[in-house]
């Protein structure tokens, strides 16, 4: 089955305490991404990766880091995370290209972060 | 004015009904069109991919006007499984790889 697997789902830490959002897909996407969502602010690309060792900042991407060592897993990184970085985060992966069939987009299912 | 642009609702339509709502698009240049359905607290999921000529997929019509930028999604014979948010994506041309997505437009069928 064709996932997108994104943990924790639910985490409530401290400013200033690192954490990793981990995020696998088993598609053999080239694509990845990392996307935060606030209300009304729709998704918001945070970084993403056209594949191994390439990533590339996305819109907001102040105060995360990424790696994509191997393809398949593509973990956020909030070095030091502050209240503004509460919200709901998204992992996402697909084909490279948006032509052609089979261009969805598959996303995780969420992880709920809170900083306090 | 944001890149892309959706009416947030909530659109609140009894069952049966038909409902319409667009989405506009700032960059004459964008290439690629989508609708994703977003469940309360859900991911989104693609809905339906948008064609020059307009396409359908069962009570559902998606439809786009280069002319006047926007794309439509139209819901015919609306079920109360259809209340989510309506996501609008778009390719903007600039890469085939990028996308701008819409804050999405709220939907509520009602008995």
């Known amino acids: 089955e064709a996932q997108v697997t994104q943990n924790p789902r639910y985490l409530i830490t401290v400013t200033g305490k690192k954490l990793t959002v981990t995020c696998s897909q088993n598609m053999n996407h080239e694509y990845m991404s990392w996307y935060r969502q606030d209300p009304g602010l729709g998704l918001r690309q945070i970084y993403y990766s056209m594949n191994v060792e390439v990533t590339d900042k996305g819109d907001v991407p102040e105060g995360y880091k990424v790696s994509r060592k191997e393809k398949r897993n593509f973990p956020l990184i909030l070095e030091s995370p502050s209240p503004n970085q509460t919200s709901l985060y998204f992992c996402a992966s697909r084909k490279y290209s948006l032509e052609g069939p089979g261009n969805t987009i598959y996303f995780g299912e969420g992880s709920w972060l809170t900083v306090v | 004015r944001k890149e892309v642009e959706q009416d947030p609702g909530p659109f609140n339509v009894p069952e049966g009904a038909t409902v319409a709502f667009n989405c506009t698009y700032s960059?004459?240049?964008?290439?690629?069109f989508f609708w994703y359905r977003q469940d309360c607290r859900k991911e989104p999921k693609l809905l339906m991919s948008v064609y020059s000529s307009g396409n359908e997929d069962g009570r559902f019509t998606a439809q786009l006007n280069r002319a006047s930028q926007y794309i439509s999604l139209l819901i015919r014979d609306s079920k109360l499984s259809d209340s989510a948010t309506y996501l609008c994506v778009v390719n903007p041309g600039d890469s085939n790889y990028q996308l701008i997505w819409g804050a999405g437009t709220k939907l509520i069928i009602k008995p």
């Open positions: 960059n004459s240049a964008s290439q690629s």
